[in-house]
């Protein structure tokens, strides 16, 4: 701290600082071009009692007892980058210009519109001034929900949820190999063989190592909704039927709650209708729509609050019971129900992990042990599938393992790898199971 004289003292005066504000060295000051407008300490450069913002604002703390914002830091250079006063109106005005920063490059991530690595530095910095490092990995998995959820239990918007916050709902699920499935324990996997529907060879993406997953179950975490929402749910749905039907709506069937329900033509020549129907389900917070009890299309969101926002909001009865393409795809038999849903995890009942090193694995064994034994047909005939074995190590400069799969796997559907005579290191004779 440098020595004020009284001629600098007088000068500050005359530039319009306050009696109070010169004997200080430094005033809290706002400006839009830097946090959003937000206060923050700023030394008086004509006094120079201090070297910088910096020392001046370590002044206005330690001396004067002024609280500042120590728990979002932006970085030196950074625009935004000064020493806030601590007011709840401060708090929001810095978070809005994270929640900006994030959903500008989040946008740009999913645009893939620059060199993923550098747009991935941008999020990681984007996010920083919370004090949240994220991995790589974790800002490519992550929505733009996600990063407005973190944004908002940091600031104190939403409380930070636990276990006991969330439910598992268990899903109706098929999968085929090549697959990458996600797991509550944060792991991605891909499947590699399936033996049964519930025993497959699952490879752990970014490590690499094998595990058979026996007792392999489909699951929806989802957040619990609190009281308010649950009965704002409810009454929207409440106040949607009185407007549609004259009457109140029929929660006896709770979760599920019947919104729609018609009858309809839906192939151009056909000489009967078929009933529609369409519900609510207010744990899953799904749309369900039935075409003759048959499910044909599932609409879903993730939490109690997106669900009100996005769909019981805007509750309609034309928009229900109009089928989508699809839906009417799978109501003509066109098509089969795939029950898609993008934020299911897997659990086992038992794992048996092995080698990360492919050629000490006995695959055929596995087949044997873990798929299930296939019948005769009514002639008494089994089917054996002789399968030729074909391997060829090949040399992938990538990030992680998943990575370099994923370029193999790319460049062996292209043609651009072909494996040949030989490549032959073996056959195996496999039962097949007869479809049903």
Known sequence: MKVVTEEMRRKAMEYGWSSEQVKKGYTIFS????????????RIDS????DNDDEAAKYAEEVDGVKLIHDIQFEPGDLNYANYVDTPENRKLLYDIIRENVKTKVSILYGNQIELSVIVNGVAKAIKPLGVNLSDDKILEMKMEDFIDLIDVHSGKKPKKTEFDFRYEKQEMECKVGDILHNNNGNDYRVMEKYSDSNMLLMQI???KFVVGKGVEFFRKLPKPTEEELEKAKKLIDEYCKREFGSGADFSEFPEVELAYTEDFIEEAEEHQVEIQVSADLQSYTIKTRVEGKMVEIERY????????YALDYLDFDSLVSLSEDALAVARGEKEFVNDCGDVCIEWGHGIYLSNVPSEIDFAELRREYGKEPEPNERGEYDIE???VLSRTESVKAGYLGEAIDELMDKYRKGEIILDADDFKGVDYIPVEKKR
Not at 31 to 42: E, F, L, M, P, Y
Not at 47 to 50: G, T
Not at 302 to 307: A, G, I, L
Request: with cysteine; aromatic share 6%.
């Open 31 to 42: 400006r839009n071009k830097v946090g959003n407008g937000a206060t923050h300490i700023q």
């Open 47 to 50: 006094l120079m009692k201090f």
């Open 206 to 208: 970014n490590t690499g």
């Open 302 to 309: 993730k939490c109690m609050e997106d669900f009100i926002e």
């Open 386 to 388: 002789i399968r030729e």
